[in-house]
């Protein structure tokens, strides 16, 4: 059996370079990881991703260069990118996603079988998962390996720490979703 992931050389391609996609790509890189970022053709953030020392691709046109990668754009993208990915890349990826809100509203699992879909979602805003990465503070996240048949937990726990999460618990896409939702619209909403 093969096993698909994270590869023995450490290494993840983000797509996207936003604030969340910033975060990982920084701390994974700090943690020893290479990491590659797609962006779209002539994307603004190109300048930004190289002058970090990150190598981009253009995930329009490339196949993406490793085994998993985060899709770290809006959810409401994320079909059309993975429309997009199934065009380029022709062997198995696994596909790792912040948020259970696209994985459980759009049922993306079933129309993109021939991917692992995995959740890593840290309970954190952008920021604050770098700031307690360089702090060395405690952060917890969801995981969800449901629609994934060769991503091991194994390899989740690793990247998990990797980006900075100290605690991860198994949710469905759904339950992170609705615990995101009531964070972010009743609590943040509420102060």
């Not at 370079?17 to 797609?38: H, P, T």
Request: glycine letters at 6%; one cysteine or more.
């Amino acid at each position: 059996m093969v096993i698909i992931g994270v590869k023995k050389e450490r290494e993840l391609s983000i797509i996207g370079f936003g604030n969340q996609a910033k975060s990982w790509s920084l701390n994974l890189r700090d943690s020893g990881y290479n990491v590659f970022i797609g962006l779209r053709k002539n994307s603004s953030s190109q300048a930004a991703a190289n002058s970090l020392g990150f190598k981009t691709f253009c995930f329009e046109q490339d196949e993406i260069p490793t085994d998993a990668f985060a899709l770290l754009i809006p959810d409401d993208q994320h079909e059309q990118a993975l429309k997009i990915l199934t065009a380029v890349n022709h062997s198995k990826k696994a596909g790792l996603y912040a948020h259970g809100f696209s994985l459980d509203q759009n049922h993306l699992a079933d129309k993109y079988p021939h991917w692992d879909h995995v959740l890593l979602a840290p309970k954190s805003i952008a920021s604050e998962l770098r700031f307690l990465y360089e702090t060395k503070g405690s952060l917890g996240g969801f995981y969800s390996l449901d629609a994934a048949n060769n991503f091991t937990l194994s390899q989740l726990t690793e990247l998990a720490t990797a980006i900075g999460l100290t605690n991860i618990s198994p949710a469905s896409a759904k339950e992170e979703t609705q615990a995101d939702l009531f964070s972010e619209q009743t609590i943040l909403c509420s102060l």
